[in-house]
Every structure is written in structure tokens, then in C-alpha cells.
């Protein structure tokens, strides 16, 4: 997505709350472009969850489609969740008491579990959990996929594309093993960040070191 369509799509959005609520012509008078125009940027935010269309009577007239932003559209405007995120973290690691940051570290990793499901449909074989695992994470909008293990090994491995927590990891990469700690505590087995964006790596690589026993791998992978 272009600098310049992210700019466009930040302008409409914040009008709408200022609006409450506003038609095609509210928006064409507020930005100063036709109709067609704004209505396609209505359609491509309407398809992607930031905008949704209602009915409303105005002025005893006719019945009219008036536009509004949607909790998702809400949340893009102005989210400053991952920058209080970074400052929290920083706080908790400048903590002199080692139990109390290690406590609250812990704490921090429960709630990290606890938002990827816990170990709910966590069962079966573990390559059905690591692939349930990548359906929780791409829920929350990770861009995260299950790869074959570039070192032959029979197990995927969980590839990440972008960094969620780059904020965090920005002020602190050990914010990296406290992630491949949630993960393993999901999974039921140890896991090793094998491949990390802060050291260089094009995206970040979770793998199982070896298949424990009882379980199978898939031969797909």
C-alpha cells in the first residue's frame, strides 16, 4: 500500500466520527473530490472492515445511506496501544527486584497465552496444533505461515513475515523469548527461535527441535 493511499484512506476515516455519520455528498462537499471517487475509497474500505454502510432518514426526507466507521476503523485512527506497550515493557525490565520483574514477566506471558486461546484445540498430533496455532496467530493479524524446516528436519516450522511486537523488540529483543516461550507453552513442547529479524534474518523461524515422542510428522512438510 502507497504512502499517498494511506494518507487518502486516514483523511476519510477521521472525518467520520467528526460527522457521526455521512453520506456520499457529506464527503464529497468535506474533501472536495466527485462522488465516483468517493465512493470507490467507500467500497475498498467497506471490503477491508474499516467502514459500514446504514440506512438513516434525515429530515423527514427520503431514506439515505449514510457511511460510519466500524471498531476496526475506530482502532486505525491514532492506536498508540503498541508505543504504551514499548514504555510498559521498558518499565518492567529497568525494575531493580529481580522476583517482581520475573514475576511480572510471567504475568505478561499468561495474558500472552491466554489471547492466543490457551491450549484450546490444542491437541491431536503436533503438526495439527502447530497449524491451529498459525490460525490463532493469523486472527490476530499475524502474517505468519507453517513452512517446510530449511534443515531437513521432519517438523514445520512457524515463519514469521513481520515483527508484532517491533516496539517492543525496538527497546528489548528479549521480548523474542518470552514470544517463543508463549509459543511453547501452547504447543506442549520446547521450541527454538531459530531465526530472528533483530539479528538480520529476513523474518523470524520457530522450530521444534525434535519430534517427541509418540508423535508422528507430516510427510507433506
Not at 144 to 158: K, M
Amino acid at each position: 500500500m502507497s504512502l499517498i493511499r494511506i494518507n487518502i484512506d486516514h483523511e476519510l476515516l477521521s472525518l467520520l466520527p467528526r460527522l457521526e455519520s455521512a453520506t456520499v455528498q457529506d464527503l464529497c462537499d468535506a474533501l472536495g473530490v466527485t462522488a465516483t471517487a468517493v465512493r470507490q475509497r467507500l467500497n475498498r474500505l467497506q471490503a477491508e472492515g474499516f467502514v459500514e454502510r446504514e440506512v438513516e432518514r434525515r429530515d423527514r426526507g427520503r431514506p439515505c445511506h449514510v457511511y460510519k466507521l466500524t471498531a476496526q476503523g475506530v482502532k486505525s485512527l491514532g492506536d498508540d496501544h503498541a508505543e504504551i506497550a514499548a514504555i510498559l515493557w521498558k518499565s518492567i525490565a529497568e525494575i531493580d527486584s529481580p522476583a517482581i520483574r520475573q514475576q511480572l514477566i510471567q504475568s505478561v506471558k499468561n495474558a500472552l497465552v491466554r489471547r492466543f486461546g490457551s491450549q484450546e484445540g490444542m491437541t491431536g498430533s503436533l503438526v495439527g496444533r502447530l497449524q491451529t496455532l498459525c490460525e490463532k496467530l493469523s486472527n490476530q493479524g499475524f502474517d505468519v505461515e507453517l513452512a517446510a524446516n530449511p534443515e531437513g528436519r521432519l517438523l514445520p516450522i512457524i515463519r514469521e513475515h513481520n515483527c508484532p511486537y517491533h516496539e517492543l523488540v525496538a527497546e528489548d529483543s528479549t521480548f523474542c523469548e518470552l514470544e517463543q516461550s508463549v509459543f511453547s507453552e501452547l504447543l506442549g513442547v520446547p521450541v527454538e527461535l531459530s531465526s530472528c529479524r533483530v539479528d538480520g534474518d529476513r523474518c523470524c523461524e520457530f522450530s521444534i527441535a525434535t519430534s517427541p515422542i509418540g508423535e508422528v510428522a507430516d510427510p507433506h512438510f
